[in-house]
């Protein structure tokens, strides 16, 4: 590589001097040697005329800030016909419009090609050199031009100008850069060609000024230098700035979008997860309504006019659709502001579906619990209802029972009153002793305890014997009670024939209750497949449509009031449902209304094995005749009345009976002469029941400790049963108790039974 004192020698033997363009560079050899080949390849060696180029170049000064240099090219231009002036007027005249532009251009294009440049000072020349432009600006339009001039001149010629034009630009650079050097050109014109200036006054004014056009032109250089590295800390600042906003709007759990003219051209990390996309790019361009749900679309359009008046849009609960079509509920607020000039908004969003699905959670929990807390507020009514009733219905009874006690023993009565009156007790004592029964089958019920004694079952005559036990009430009604059986045969099922009754008894003595004097109640049998259907309706009062899903509940009622015209607990239907259910069966109800009666069915699944003999099925009634003659019975009771009531009942039968009224007397009387059977209570002050069974079956068998024993007790649950058979007890019964089945109990035990 040259030294810059080599390279400067060989310039100075070019040009008889060195010029100051090249001063600048002398520091800095590699810049010197680009400019000064530069300068012979693009200058001196160009084949373009010397005025052309002269002409061009001046033409072109007018694009750079630093255009004086250029009336150093009077010196060269004069010699060739061009005065300074005629520099000047080059340097001061404006750029051509596109008119002008087009104009020139036409002109051109009416030559096929110039393999030879104009002549000087011709009109073709000034086309050419206006047309030269566009060699030196940039553009679309520029580049259209361009391709136009290249065809008229040729590829030569237009290669030629080509480096013609890129050096002047170099030239332009340079100056702008080193002002200075404008200034050393022109002070050697000033200082070498006085006389040239003193034949051209207009240079006189020229260099007047030229100091301080020199000195503004540098000062504005530094000033616009301070700008724009003003301008260019600023823009840094502010890259750091939108640097730091995009990070934190990408770390933002807050959905933020951009939308503008109805689409998304902005959507953070949170956005492109809310809206179920891969990447932002599927979000960008997409209009905005096709992310919201059609049920927030109309309030989004009108939020939307709202942004337009320059108005925010305050949070609120929409729903925006997802890519997939899933649907998230969120909250939505919207900020106005200008993006490339635009009204565009500003839009946050958080999903709340979490929020949505708690709030969901809790108004349902809220309503279960306030369902609960009514079912339990009902219940409790019905509870309070329900002993109400249960009150009312025991003392009922008991009212009749003591008034009709009393009356007897103050006063005598002919036989027919007195008949009523025993007629009258004996009644009203059953009615008691049906509620007693309906409660503890409720309380067995509700505690899992009741037990059913299955065997094979004609449900005819589980029929037949309710129907019979019901009739004399049917009868004081005037109630026609009618039976139709569609089987010519037996209809066997399996299960327990007391409880079936029950079931039976109770529908007809509901259906009997509920039914007018003179009305009538239709008992129906029927096969169907494998099932037997057992309905019961009646000409009653019928059923509401909304107490109909409530018949079977316990403790309801469809008419609970102090004025109703039934009694009852309430409890009868609620017992049949859980009885047929224990048998694999259904009952159900229908009615068309009040006044339109009702009809209760019930479905019980057929025995396996259907058989035509009776010698299988259990018979509805049981008539037994049994003597006690003879045998010494020990009755043991703390209540005085009860042991009576058995006495006289077990003498009239024969029997030889001692009493006791505690299990230490018991145990003294056993002691002294052992019993044949023993009828003992099970709670007793002191020492109960279990306790004497207990005691006496340790006892040797001489002293008694085989003795059959009966428990009689008001303690009438399934586990009460269980534990007096657990503790040695062989039967158990339950007050009250009929003086028959005492009876057959008693010679059952002792094998007397026929």
């Known amino acids: 590589m040259r030294t810059s004192e080599q390279i400067q020698a060989e310039i100075e033997e070019k040009f008889g001097f060195f010029p100051p363009f090249f001063s600048p560079a002398l520091h800095n050899s ?77 002109i051109l294009a009416t030559y096929a090609e110039l393999n030879v440049l104009p002549e000087a000072n011709s009109p073709l020349e000034e086309s050419l050199l206006i047309c030269a432009i566009f060699i030196f600006l940039e553009g679309e339009a520029a580049e259209t031009y361009r391709t136009q001039l290249r065809q008229i001149l040729g590829a030569s010629s237009y290669q030629h100008l080509v480096a013609f034009v890129a050096y002047v630009k170099t030239c332009h650079v340079w100056a702008e850069a080193n002002p200075e050097v404008s200034y050393e050109a022109d002070k050697r014109v000033l200082d070498n060609l006085s006389s040239l200036v003193t034949e051209e006054p207009r240079l006189i004014e020229f260099f007047r000024n030229y100091a301080e056009k020199v000195k503004q032109e540098r000062q504005t250089r530094a000033e616009r230098q301070a700008i724009l590295a003003e301008r260019q800390r600023n823009l840094e600042v502010l890259r750091e700035s939108e640097e730091r906003y995009r990070k934190l709007v990408e770390l933002l759990p807050d959905t ?17 997860k809310l809206l179920g996309a891969d990447n932002v790019e599927q979000l960008i361009g997409q209009p905005v309504f096709n992310f919201i749900h059609s049920e927030s679309q109309e309030i989004a359009q009108e939020r939307i006019q709202k942004l337009k008046t320059g108005k925010s849009a305050p949070f609120i609960e929409e729903k925006f659709v997802r890519l997939d079509g899933s649907v998230v509920d969120v909250e939505v607020a919207a900020f106005p502001f200008v993006y490339s000039g635009n ?7 958080r999903d709340i579906s979490l929020r949505k699905q708690a709030e ?26 329900f002993l109400a009733i249960v009150s009312h219905e025991l003392r009922s009874p008991l009212n009749a029972m003591l008034g009709w006690a009393r009356l007897l023993r103050t006063r005598k009565f002919d036989a027919v009153t007195m008949e009523r009156a025993l007629e009258t007790i004996e009644r009203n004592g059953q009615a008691q002793l049906q509620l007693l029964e309906d409660l503890l089958d409720i309380s067995r ?33 005037s109630i026609e009670l009618l039976s139709v059986v569609e089987a010519s045969s037996s209809i066997l099922v399996r299960g327990d024939f007391a409880r079936l009754q029950q079931v039976i008894w109770n529908l007809l003595s509901n259906a009997i209750k509920f039914t007018p004097n003179g009305g009538q109640i239709v008992v129906r049998s029927q096969l169907i497949d494998s099932i037997v259907r057992i309905s019961v309706s009646d000409t009653g009062i019928g059923i509401s449509a909304d107490f109909l899903p409530f018949v079977f509940d316990r403790f309801r009622q469809a008419d609970s009031t102090t004025s109703r015209k039934e009694g009852g607990l309430g409890l009868g239907l609620a017992i049949v449902r859980q009885l047929v259910e224990l048998h694999h069966g259904t009952v159900y109800v229908t009615s068309a209304g009040e006044g339109q009666g009702a009809t209760f069915t019930v479905e019980l699944p057929l025995s396996n094995h259907q058989v035509t003999n009776q010698q299988d099925v259990v018979s509805s009634f ?45 145990l003294i009387a056993i002691e002294k002469s052992p019993p044949d059977i023993l009828v003992s209570d099970i709670g007793m002050p002191q020492q109960d029941g279990y306790s004497l069974i207990q005691k006496i079956r340790t006892l040797t068998p001489e002293r008694g400790r085989n003795i059959p024993a009966i428990a009689l007790t008001a303690y009438a649950r399934d586990e009460d049963r269980q534990r007096a058979l657990a503790a040695g007890f062989q039967l158990y019964a339950t007050k009250p108790i009929e003086p028959v089945k005492l009876v057959v109990a008693i010679a059952k035990l002792v094998g007397r039974s026929t």
């Not at 200058?43 to 255009?67: D, G």
């Not at 009204?343 to 946050?348: P, S």
């Not at 505690?447 to 004399?472: F, H, M, P, W």
Request: negative net charge.
């Open 343 to 349: 009204l565009a908004a500003q839009v946050v969003a």
């Open 30 to 106: 590699q810049v010197l040697e680009n400019l000064w080949q530069q300068t012979l390849i693009a200058y001196i060696h160009n084949p373009l005329s010397a005025v052309f180029k002269e002409k061009l170049s001046a033409y072109l000064s007018r694009f750079c800030t630093v255009p004086y240099c250029m009336i150093c090219h009077s010196c060269t231009l004069r010699p060739l016909g061009m005065k300074a002036e005629e520099v000047l007027q080059l340097l001061e005249t404006p750029p051509p419009n596109v008119e002008e532009i087009e104009s020139h251009l036409q």
């Open 360 to 385: 969901k959670e809790r108004a349902e929990l809220l309503a279960r619990e306030q369902a609960a807390r009514t079912e339990a507020e009902s219940a409790n009514r019905s509870k309070d209802e």
């Open 256 to 272: 933020l979008f951009v939308q503008c003219e109805g689409k998304f051209v902005f959507a953070n990390s949170a956005g492109v």
């Open 622 to 666: 049981t008539t037994a005749r049994n003597h006690l003659t003879g045998l010494r019975i020990l009755i043991v009771d703390d209540e005085a009345d009860i042991r009576d009531y058995v006495t006289t009942v077990l003498e009239e039968y024969g029997a030889q009976v001692q009493e006791t009224a505690s299990v230490d007397a018991a």
């Open 445 to 477: 019920i509700i505690r899992g305890k009741i037990y059913l004694n299955v065997c094979t079952v004609d449900i005819l005559s589980v029929i037949t014997a309710a129907i019979e036990t019901v009739q004399l009430a049917a009868d004081t009604k």
